[in-house]
């Protein structure tokens, strides 16, 4: 296993797996590195992903566009399967909503009068939507 960012793979030649989780894919990175019958793994947001915290911060909650990762799937990988990943977690207090806050995008664009709703919640139950892709070098 190897975690680096795709800009940190200039010594590598022969990954058999390699995986992104909410990142854009750089598909050249892919192609010198993985080898021949590797696969890629991509995990990105389903249409409902963090739905409620989305309502709280947001006046408006737009789903996220299907399919955005591995929208541009170049010639030599080809999509193998897709899995949807659902379910609920419920975060009992404030610091447990802040901390999921802190590990999205979100947490960059939020308003400080925004952020100050979401601390004020002593709890939220929220919803994970994610999309598993599973791409293979041919």
């Not at 659902?86 to 447990?96: A, F």
Request: a negative charge; hydrophobic letters at 40%; one cysteine or more.
């Amino acid at each position: 296993w190897l975690a680096v960012s795709m800009i940190c793979l200039l010594w590598i030649t022969s990954l058999t797996p390699s995986s992104v989780f909410f990142s854009r894919c750089d598909w050249q990175e892919f192609k010198r590195t993985l080898k021949t019958g590797g696969y890629v793994f991509v995990l990105a947001p389903g249409t409902e992903h963090l739905f409620a915290l989305r309502q709280v911060i947001y006046e408006e909650v737009r789903p996220y566009p299907v399919d955005k990762m591995i929208s541009d799937i170049p010639a030599g990988f080809q999509q193998i399967e897709t899995q949807t990943v659902q379910g609920e977690m419920q975060l009992e207090h404030s610091e447990q909503i802040m901390d999921l806050l802190a590990m999205t995008p979100h947490y960059w664009h939020v308003k400080p009068e925004q952020k100050k709703k979401l601390e004020q919640l002593s709890s939220l139950n929220c919803n994970f939507d994610m999309k598993l892709y599973v791409i293979q070098k041919v």
